[in-house]
C-alpha cells in the first residue's frame, strides 16, 4: 500500500510566480491536512479538506494561498505571486475515515523562493 | 492559546544510551498527545500516543507518559540504536483531532 505522495518533492520559484503541490493520499483515505514548516520552526495547520469540500482552513493566509481536493485527481495547494516569505516545507497528510488522530504524512515539498 | 514546546536539538548520543526528550504543552482543552519520528526524507510517522491523563503510550522501545499535572509528555526509551537517528515531533490534538499542532522537532544522533 503505497503511502501518501507528494510531488514535487523540491520546487523553485521567483518571487511573483505560482507554485502548485500536489498530493495523493494513501488509497481509501478521504480527508487531506496540508501543513507549513518554516526554517527552525514545528509544523502548522494549514487546511483540512475531503473531497470536494474545505472543513477547515483557519491555518491558510487569507491571500494568494488556495486548496482543493477535487473528487478525481490529487489535493491541489496554490500559492499566487509567491514571496520569499512562503520559503518553507509544505506537507501532506491523510487519514482514513473515521480516525482522524491517524494522519499519514507525505514527505513534503520543499519550495524556495528566489 | 494551543501550543507545542520541545527540548532544542541536536541530541547526541553513543549507542545504548539512556533517552529523553523533554516535550511541555499549553491547551485550551483537554488534549490527546502524539510523538511522531521523520527519518532522513521520509515523512513524519506516528510513533506513539496517548489520549488521557496517566496514559504511557509506547511503541518500538520508546515510551512516554502523559503527565497532565505538569503538562508534560517526555519521550524516552532505555537503549538508543543507530537507527534511531531522526527529528522527533512532539504534537497534541483537541476536540476532533483535525488540527495537529507541533513543536519544533528534535534531532537525534545515535553515534556506533
Known amino acids: 500500500n503505497a503511502g501518501v505522495m507528494q510531488n514535487p518533492r523540491h520546487l523553485v520559484r521567483r518571487r511573483g510566480q505560482e507554485a502548485r503541490l500536489r498530493c495523493s493520499p494513501m488509497?481509501?483515505?478521504?480527508?487531506v491536512y496540508w501543513y507549513r514548516q518554516l526554517p527552525e520552526e514545528g509544523l502548522k495547520f494549514m487546511v483540512y479538506?475531503?473531497?470536494?469540500?474545505?472543513?477547515?482552513e483557519s491555518g491558510m493566509p487569507k491571500e494568494r494561498f488556495s486548496a482543493e481536493f477535487p473528487k478525481e485527481g490529487p489535493s491541489i495547494l496554490r500559492i499566487q505571486q509567491v514571496v520569499r516569505g512562503d520559503s518553507a516545507a509544505y506537507f501532506c497528510?491523510?487519514?482514513?475515515?473515521?480516525?482522524?488522530?491517524?494522519?499519514?504524512f507525505g514527505p513534503g515539498t520543499r519550495l524556495t523562493v528566489t | 492559546g494551543n501550543s507545542v514546546t520541545q527540548m532544542e536539538g541536536p541530541v547526541t548520543l553513543s549507542e545504548e544510551a539512556f533517552l529523553t526528550i523533554n516535550c511541555t504543552y499549553t491547551?485550551?482543552?483537554?488534549?490527546?498527545l502524539f510523538w511522531y519520528v521523520q527519518y532522513p526524507g521520509e515523512g513524519l510517522q506516528l510513533l506513539l500516543k496517548?489520549?488521557?491523563?496517566?496514559d504511557k503510550g509506547s511503541n518500538k522501545g520508546f515510551e512516554a507518559t502523559y503527565r497532565k499535572e505538569t503538562t508534560s509528555f517526555h519521550l524516552e526509551k532505555g537503549s538508543v540504536q543507530v537507527s534511531d537517528s531522526a527529528v522527533y515531533f512532539c504534537?497534541?490534538?483537541?476536540?476532533?483531532?483535525?488540527?495537529?499542532?507541533f513543536g519544533s522537532g528534535t534531532k537525534l544522533n545515535v553515534k556506533p
Open positions: 488509497k481509501g483515505h478521504s480527508h
Open positions: 504534537a497534541l490534538s483537541l476536540y476532533n483531532f483535525n488540527k495537529f499542532y
Open positions: 496517548a489520549t488521557k491523563a496517566d
Open positions: 491547551a485550551t482543552g483537554y488534549p490527546s
Open positions: 497528510a491523510s487519514s482514513p475515515e473515521g480516525r482522524p488522530y491517524e494522519q499519514y
Open positions: 479538506l475531503q473531497k470536494e469540500n474545505i472543513i477547515d
